[in-house]
């Protein structure tokens, strides 16, 4: 069964999602934890469905975030570490793809996320858990502007 985007939204019940794309929150830990930015959900999980060439803009969130890739087109993660400055990409793909399955976003790194197909269907797993004021666009971080030089350039039109 190849489902289309839409048969996929209404099934899994998503949302629009603030970054684009489609999204729902499956899983909020009961348990706590007390982390660096203050109290948290031990994990939050989502679904998380990214349609046609359009991208998740350059963002930057406080916890470690796990991509799982579950089903539709290759997608390519990007993570920029701007302390370092250096970028690594990933490739999501299913497993018979020539990419990975999972990846990681260490906490506070740059992420962005487009798909290279028809849509691509991933959860996003956030630990500690998500809340909304540990997120960042990287477009209002003071000085963004400098990282978007050299190899970098190009992932600008992303912000």
Request: net charge negative; aromatic share 10%; hydrophobic share 40%.
């Amino acid at each position: 069964m190849n489902p289309t985007p839409r048969e996929l939204i209404a099934r899994l019940g998503l949302q629009p999602h603030p970054e684009g794309g489609w999204f729902r929150e499956t899983y909020r830990s009961a348990a706590s934890v007390e982390a660096p930015q203050g109290r948290r959900s031990a994990v939050t999980t989502i679904y998380y469905l990214l349609e046609g060439a359009r991208a998740s803009p350059w963002h930057a969130v406080l916890s470690d975030e796990l991509w799982h890739f579950y089903h539709g087109a290759p997608s390519e993660l990007l993570c920029y570490d701007p302390a370092a400055r250096t970028l690594v990409r990933h490739r999501l793909t299913d497993v018979g793809g020539d990419g990975v399955q999972v990846a990681v976003i260490p906490a506070g790194s740059w992420q962005a996320v487009r798909c290279l197909g028809e849509y691509m269907l991933a959860g996003c797993t956030v630990a500690p858990g998500y809340e909304q004021h540990d997120f960042r666009w990287v477009r209002e971080l003071p000085g963004h502007e400098q990282h978007f030089t050299g190899g970098m350039k190009a992932l600008e039109a992303l912000l």
